[in-house]
T-cell receptor, first 112, second 115 residues
Framework: GESVGLHLPTLSVQEGDNSIINCAYS??????FIWYKQESGKGPQFIID?????DKRQGQRVTVLLNKTVKHLSLQIAATQPGDSAVYFC???????????FGQGTRLTINP | ETGVTQTPRHLVMGMTNKKSLKCEQH?????MYWYKQSAKKPLELMFV???????ENNSVPSRFSPECPNSSHLFLHLHTLQPEDSALYLC??????????????FGSGTQLSVL
């Protein structure tokens, strides 16, 4: 069945360091992947997405890497800042399903 | 702001009450969604409306009743809820394309407590 999971429920990093948040998925038909950030008291906010015809995509301070061979997705945040503290969710969609399947989330904490 | 507005932000209700959650999107999208977010669980899709027609109902109890009067508005009517229904209820919208995945835009949610 479908499942999307993250490797760690919590991640602590030093301010200024790079953060890497990982996600594994099980559906080999998944062709669209997306990362969301959810701050306390807010709804999930889109960060970056990637389709299966790519293996890397960059945004502002963020990079998403997709390894379809091992069904692994990661989000890299460069020079982590206090404002990056949040829960990060990955989600995937299989062609035709038109339904995002979400993982449980990783809480990112920034140490000063 | 994401362009998706939910009201109220917080709601406390007894098990015998009837209340409604409201969602409005200003993005011109053609699909709207209700999700439930409980502690330590993934986001659960409840209902999907595409072009005002309900296209998905994920075995949600009948005490939750959605309504989509037009492409910009979505309601979730609540009655005789249980304490385990306490959660953050999120509305989202998207521009659906046939077969393709697309990003959702979420509102800030309604934090519901059932006493």
């Amino acid at each position: 069945g479908e499942s999307v999971g993250l490797h760690l429920p919590t991640l602590s990093v030093q301010e200024g360091d790079n953060s890497i948040i990982n996600c594994a998925y099980s559906n080999s038909a998944s062709d669209y992947f997306i990362w969301y950030k959810q701050e306390s008291g807010k709804g999930p906010q889109f960060i970056i997405d990637i389709r299966s015809n790519m293996d890397k995509r960059q945004g502002q301070r963020v990079t998403v890497l997709l390894n379809k061979t091992v069904k692994h997705l990661s989000l890299q945040i460069a020079a982590t800042q206090p404002g990056d503290s949040a829960v990060y969710f990955c989600a995937e969609n299989a062609w035709g399903a038109q339904k995002l399947v979400f993982g449980q989330g990783t809480r990112l904490t920034i140490n000063p | 702001e994401t362009g998706v507005t939910q009201t109220p932000r917080h709601l406390v209700m007894g098990m015998t009450n009837k209340k409604s959650l409201k969602c409005e999107q200003h993005l011109g999208h053609n699909a709207m969604y209700w999700y439930k977010q409980s502690a330590k669980k993934p986001l659960e899709l409840m209902f999907v409306y595409s072009l005002e027609e309900r296209v998905e109902n994920n075995s949600v109890p009948s005490r939750f009743s959605p309504e989509c009067p037009n492409s910009s508005h979505l309601f979730l009517h609540l009655h005789t809820l249980q304490p385990e229904d306490s959660a953050l209820y999120l509305c989202a919208s998207s521009q659906r394309h046939r077969g393709r995945g697309e990003k959702l835009f979420f509102g800030s949610g309604t934090q519901l407590s059932v006493l």
